[in-house]
C-alpha cells in the first residue's frame, strides 16, 4: 500500500459546523484544503475513504476532517496525493499557509492548522506546494452529481 501525504480540496457554501471538541466553526463560502497524513494503516487509501464518507454519509465522525465531510453544505473538488516515506504534512501544512480554521486536524502537532481557506480553485497553487518540498503529486478531480467538479 503506497504511503504518503495528501490534500483534500472542498467545496462549500457558508455555514457554521459542530467539529466534535472544537465546538461549533463558521466556514466561509469558497474552497477548504484539508492537509493530511497517509503513513499510517491503510495509506493513501485514506485520502480516497474521505472522499467516499462525503459522498457515502455511511459512517459517524471520529476525526475534525469526518465532521466537516459529514456536512451537506460540503463536497469534495479534488484530491492530490504523493507516495513518500518522509513525515512531511506538517511542512506541507505551513506551505500551502495561509487563511485557516484554527485548530482544525493539528492536535497531534504544534501547526496553527491543517485545514486552510481560498475564495478560488486552489488546484495550482496546491499542486505548486507539492513540487516545492519535492513530492511527486498526482490529482484525482471529484465528480460530484448536480454539480461541474
Given at each position: 500500500?503506497?504511503?504518503?501525504?495528501?490534500?483534500?480540496?472542498?467545496?462549500?457554501?457558508?455555514?457554521?459546523?459542530?467539529?466534535?471538541?472544537?465546538?461549533?466553526?463558521?466556514?466561509?463560502?469558497?474552497?477548504?484544503?484539508?492537509v493530511g497524513s497517509a503513513?499510517?494503516?491503510?495509506?493513501?487509501?485514506?485520502?480516497?475513504?474521505?472522499?467516499?464518507?462525503?459522498?457515502?454519509?455511511?459512517?459517524?465522525?471520529?476525526?475534525h476532517i469526518d465532521y466537516?465531510?459529514?456536512?451537506?453544505?460540503?463536497?469534495?473538488?479534488?484530491?492530490?496525493?504523493?507516495?513518500?516515506?518522509?513525515?512531511?504534512?506538517?511542512?506541507?501544512?505551513?506551505?500551502?499557509?495561509?487563511?485557516?480554521?484554527?485548530?482544525?486536524?493539528?492536535?497531534?502537532?504544534?501547526?496553527?492548522?491543517?485545514?486552510?481557506?481560498?475564495?478560488?480553485?486552489?488546484?495550482?497553487?496546491?499542486?505548486?506546494?507539492?513540487?516545492?518540498?519535492?513530492?511527486?503529486?498526482?490529482?484525482?478531480?471529484?465528480?460530484?452529481e448536480g454539480s461541474e467538479?
Amino acid at each position: 500500500m503506497d504511503r504518503g501525504v495528501y490534500a483534500l480540496i472542498l467545496d462549500n457554501s457558508h455555514c457554521e459546523v459542530r467539529i466534535g471538541a472544537l465546538g461549533i466553526r463558521e466556514f466561509a463560502a469558497g474552497r477548504h484544503v484539508y492537509v493530511g497524513s497517509a503513513l499510517g494503516s491503510g495509506g493513501l487509501a485514506r485520502a480516497h475513504r474521505h472522499v467516499r464518507l462525503a459522498l457515502c454519509r455511511d459512517r459517524p465522525p471520529r476525526w475534525h476532517i469526518d465532521y466537516l465531510l459529514l456536512d451537506t453544505r460540503v463536497t469534495p473538488a479534488a484530491v492530490v496525493t504523493a507516495a513518500t516515506d518522509r513525515d512531511c504534512e506538517c511542512d506541507l501544512a505551513r506551505t500551502i499557509g495561509g487563511a485557516y480554521v484554527p485548530g482544525f486536524g493539528c492536535s497531534d502537532c504544534t501547526c496553527p492548522s491543517h485545514l486552510f481557506f481560498r475564495s478560488a480553485d486552489p488546484v495550482p497553487e496546491i499542486l505548486a506546494a507539492f513540487r516545492s518540498l519535492d513530492l511527486d503529486a498526482r490529482i484525482t478531480r471529484v465528480k460530484n452529481e448536480g454539480s461541474e467538479h
